[in-house]
């Protein structure tokens, strides 16, 4: 190091001059001096800082450390997961949002955590909802909910309806995201039990999905809950009640 | 029991399960937190209010669109 450090002063520099108008600290004689240097920038480093290991600022180490806290989020690799499956299940455009959510979520995390001093989300405390607002909302949800159970399943009409609903409560969550309501500090043991169920739902939903004959066979022995809702949403009543309840539950999540 | 109606039970047994948490939750001093609870926490972050979300958008267009 001390060699480094001559060659960058053009040799011959007496070292130990050097040091003491530096200021630096040192131990021992003229040639055993071990000084302490500052830390060589990232261009000597190649990125990589020799002493601590971690990546240097603005190095491309770096970004690919982001990178990969962004992918370490287990919601990003839930909904990874869940798109692969579902692409494979015979569903191209449910796996498609999923993997592109996933991926665009990771992104998010991932400049978040380079730039730290960005402007992120900060909720903040929101008065509560007139109870007129409610009301129409739900007549609302009521109303379109009927009419949209009305065409076929799985024909476009039925598609676009719910795309555009979807479309709109995602708009109204982004607006709200600004505002939540006050809740209970969180109590980790009733947080975990709410998670197991979770948990339970969706193995035991993939373990009927490996049982079947294939992903876009569905099984009488092994049925997933698409093949027990079919008989309930093969009729028109049923798809609207169905899809009432979906969009309340959309309002419900807009609301938190 | 055949396969599906072990299939069903197992279905039954978690929703009930779930609807048991939800009712044990309303008593005073519960340490289970509520549905809504769990999800407003869960939606206090980026990460969590994105998931939440698009698992609900998923949900519908799984069901009904094609």
């Known amino acids: 190091m001390l060699r480094r450090f001559r060659e960058r002063l053009h040799l011959g520099v007496d070292a130990a001059a050097v040091v003491r108008r530096a200021g630096l600290p040192r131990a021992g004689g003229l040639w055993q001096t071990r000084v302490v240097l500052p830390r060589p920038r990232s261009a000597l480093s190649h990125g990589v800082d020799p002493v601590t290991g971690r990546a240097a600022a603005g190095s491309c180490t770096e970004e690919g450390a982001s990178r990969r806290v962004g992918f370490t989020n287990p919601v990003v690799g839930i909904l990874l997961l869940a798109g692969l499956f579902d692409g494979l299940s015979g569903n191209p455009m449910g796996g498609l949002l999923l993997v592109t959510v996933g991926v665009g979520l990771a992104r998010s995390r991932a400049e978040a955590v380079s730039n730290p001093d960005a402007g992120g989300f900060t909720p903040r405390l929101r008065r509560p909802v007139p109870w007129t607002r409610t009301w129409t909302a739900g007549c609302v949800i009521g109303g379109y909910g009927a009419l949209a159970g009305t065409p076929a399943r799985f024909s476009w009409p039925a598609t676009a309806a719910v795309s555009v609903a979807g479309v709109a409560v995602l708009v109204l969550a982004g607006r709200s995201a600004a505002r939540y309501r006050a809740v209970p500090p969180a109590r980790p043991a009733g947080s975990a039990a709410w998670a197991a169920v979770f948990v339970g739902i969706a193995l035991w939903e993939l373990v009927n999905?490996?049982?079947?004959?294939s992903f876009t066979t569905g099984s009488y022995d092994h049925p997933t809950l698409s093949v027990l809702a079919d008989p309930m949403l093969a009729s028109t009543a049923g798809r609207s009640a169905a899809l009432t309840a979906w969009l309340g539950a959309g309002w419900y999540l807009v609301d938190r | 029991?055949?396969?599906?109606?072990?299939?069903?039970?197992?279905?039954?047994?978690?929703?009930?399960?779930?609807?048991?948490?939800?009712?044990?939750?309303?008593?005073?001093?519960?340490?289970?937190?509520?549905?809504?609870?769990?999800?407003?926490?869960?939606?206090?972050?980026?990460?969590?209010?994105?998931?939440v979300l698009a698992g609900w958008l998923w949900l519908g267009l799984h069901f009904f669109a094609r």
């Not at chain 2, 109606?5 to 939800?22: P, S």
């Not at chain 2, 206090?44 to 994105?50: E, H, K, P, Q, Y």
Request: hydrophobic share 50%; net charge positive; charged share 10%.
């Open chain 1, 209 to 213: 999905l490996l049982l079947q004959p």
């Open chain 2, 1 to 51: 029991m055949n396969s599906r109606q072990a299939a069903v039970a197992v279905y039954a047994f978690l929703a009930a399960a779930g609807v048991a948490l939800q009712v044990l939750s309303r008593r005073a001093g519960s340490p289970i937190p509520s549905l809504g609870a769990v999800l407003g926490r869960a939606m206090r972050t980026r990460s969590g209010r994105v998931g």
